[in-house]
């Protein structure tokens, strides 16, 4: 089936099976930074924002998605010109070995997008479906509250 | 000490591009033709494979290799990822017919997509006949216990007949005399659990070959050249026909010190042509490798006064079904432990048995962990007995600046240690501030408590070690850039622990320029000099002294050519900031000017080295750990309301990076000690092999944490530094414990601390 998405802030158009997975689908057409570390929904390394919304992508067929919006950690920020979310991961040190970062990120985005004033609360209810064996999340929690006082300024 | 570019927080070097999601992991590049690799496991925890037909499964159009026992070479080996000789048994096979766990590895399809692979699975048949297996290690050595490496090839091995894969006994002083001259005697034992690393990024490898026909291997791993070694050893092809490449990683904890995937993926490649690729799911993560399981039984002898006379550590280690760093790990458990105290009379006996469950392998902490849960609640009932502050008792024994203990040299890494002085702790100051923080002062007995939710306060101390002194080798190759840069190539192994910044930063300061001004290429067998790669805490200490002595020559070889520029002599030369002077007239000239003079114009050579570095000593951090927790005496729910840790790293390279890995230790390890753990049925079989019921910490689970360094500094190690990113393992479970007797007056002996289980302790009361 075809299936048209806003992906990444463009529209596209795919030839697809609706029955890929969604996180398989994005990998194979070279979107790496969403990745894979359950395939069962319980990690959210392979989150992406849904219409604003942060799911697992790997729960997700690809016929589900037609019509809709979807970001990826490719449509944040680039080294050279990084969203303040990765910028402030970066700084504060959030960033171990990077795997869970990405969905990590998103989740933050579609918190901060929300709420720009997050609580402690609010940003680990947002993060709590993102699994992190690294960092034991203080830094990372550190580095959402700096980047929402980041995008408050801009 | 005044440092320029260390103890400072840089960005991490790879930071931004995994921030973006722009680096590239193992499986985040595409290859033409890959075939897909799926196993076949054992559904059976020990049996003999008495056929084995693929006659169906190879007809399924996509197939294109099936591999099992009858058709792969029978080479000994073993898949701990050590330093050769190994010092763990040679008792693993690419395939046997004899199957010792369930999850072992029986036939390999290798097909076209995943799905395929899958579905030949089935269509393998495989006749077992099953034998009596052992599930529960003090059965291994039982006279009527089955034999699980009866094989004639499998060697190192103990002794085969009675399960057991590694012992070692050694004793100082006179134990059985001082434990009846003590005053004082208390004796504990615990039983650790099974606990698995759970990297979020699961095992993955990809092989290939080049234009020439070599075999490239892109793999998930910590040890980069063992995996070239041993792999050799196994496909029997030279080293020089294997080129390993480990591209970023998404975490290991040890479990990535394995070689057990890269070689099947070697097989399949060469003998097909084509590109392969074996990636574990979530489910067989799990039965990749664990945390050896250990009983740990102590007793501890004191005077009246509290002053330690002698320990006696009695550690029966459970390796599962192969014997992957089976003496090593078990060893630790004595020499990162029994050195913290100062006792004339210390005796470990250590046996490490066979197990017809999941293998155990090197696991962050290795094996003190499991040591510490048992030592630290010692210490604790120990205090009880002499009616002493469980924090004054540590102060008044704990070794101190300038002393030694005579198990640094009776414990080494499966063989004897090196003696060594202590030169850098600062445990007395971190107990002090901790006390502190949790305000230890205010803490009553249990006795003295009531109502449903009861409150404790707990507390414990610990070391580790930084590297294998005498063993470990690591070694770095630095060379000018026409711009004055420099590349910086190690063999050391980047894990996600932020090695490549640190390493970056030692080279910097070395050769007074800028981190960005390195540019780091890592664990490359092709490309980089020779590092053991990451694991024993090695990596700062060890790679980072082999950055800092190359740095230093090549610093050298500067000031040599700055000298024939400047027409001056080599003593006039001082280097800063990119820029070499001679101090006498202040000429300058930049790195930029130095590099292009000996590229270019006179006398020319590449500017560049590169240097070695081995320790003779191993010096450990310490740290210092309190807890306070609420227990719910109703529902047997242990709430931790703070965990406060001070770790003493000498000096931290880049203080955020070394704080991140105190932090994700202790976050594992309060995991581990409250929610993770491994549920068996009665055959052997793991039911919780996924996050929902292993469950892990998220971020909601975290309590209050105050986590500080406390730098000292170790004049062992480059700009003062130890290792820093095991030891904060090892402090969750014996102070939680200890916080729990002291809230309700129980004392666990098995883990996870569950509602259930502090609940049946409390019944049990
Ligand atoms: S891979 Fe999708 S939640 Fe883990
Ligand atoms: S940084 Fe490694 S899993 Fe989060």
Known sequence: ?154 | MKFKEVNKNVNKVDGLSLATGRAKFVDDVDFKDLLIIKFLKSPIAHGIIRSIDTSKAEKIKGVHLILHHNNCPYISHTTAGQGYPEPSPYDTYMFDKKVRYVGDYVALVAAETADIAEKALKKIKVEYEELPSILDPHYAMKKNAPIIHDERSSTGIYNKKKNIAGHVKVQVGNVERALKDSDVVSEFEVETHYSQHTPIEPHITITYLDEKGRLIIRTSTQVPYHVRRICAHVLDIPEKKIRVIKPRIGGAFGTKQEVYLEYYAGRVTLLTGLPAKIELTREEEFLSRTRHPMIVKIKLGASKKGILNVIDMDVISNTGAYGSHALTVMFNAGSKCLPLYKAENVRFVGTTVYTNLPVAGAYRGYGATQGYAALEQAMDVLAEKLNMDPVKLRLLNHIKKGETSPIFAALGEGKKGVPQYIKSIRLDDIIEWGSKKIQWEKRKPYTKKTGRYRKGKGMGIFMQGSGIPLVDMASASIKINDDGSFNLLVGATDLGTGSDTVLSQIAAEALKTTTDNIVIYSSDTDMTPFDVGAYASSTTYISGGAVKVTGEKVLTQIKKVAAEMLKCDIKDIECENRIAKNKKNNKKKTYGDIAKYGLYEKNQFQIGYIGSHISPVSPPPFMAVFAEIEVDIWTGKIKVLKYVCGVDCGTAIHPKLAEGQVEGAAVNGLSYALTEGYIFDKKGRMLNNNFQDYKIFNIEDIPKLEIKLFPSYEPSGPYGAKSVSEIGINGPVPVLSNALYNAVGVRPTRYPLSSEYVLKLLEEK
């Open chain 1, 1 to 154: 089936m075809k299936i048209d998405i806003k992906l990444n802030g463009q529209r596209k158009s795919f030839e697809v099976d609706p029955s890929e997975k969604v996180l398989d689908f994005l990998r194979r057409i070279g979107l790496k930074g969403v990745k894979k570390g359950c395939s069962t929904g319980d990690c959210g390394s392979c989150a992406i924002i849904l219409d604003g919304k942060i799911v697992n992508s790997c729960m997700l067929f690809v016929g589900q998605i037609d019509g809709h919006t979807i970001e990826t950690i490719e449509g944040l920020g680039t080294i050279e010109e990084p969203h303040p979310i990765q910028k402030a991961f970066v700084e504060e040190g959030a960033v171990q070995c990077g795997f869970c970062i990405p969905g990590m990120i998103l989740a933050a985005k579609a918190l901060l997008d929300k709420k720009p004033t997050p609580s402690i609360t609010d940003i680990r209810t947002a993060l709590s479906g993102n699994l992190c064996r690294c960092t034991g999340y203080v830094k990372i929690e550190k580095a959402v509250l700096k980047a929402a006082k980041m995008m408050r300024k801009k």
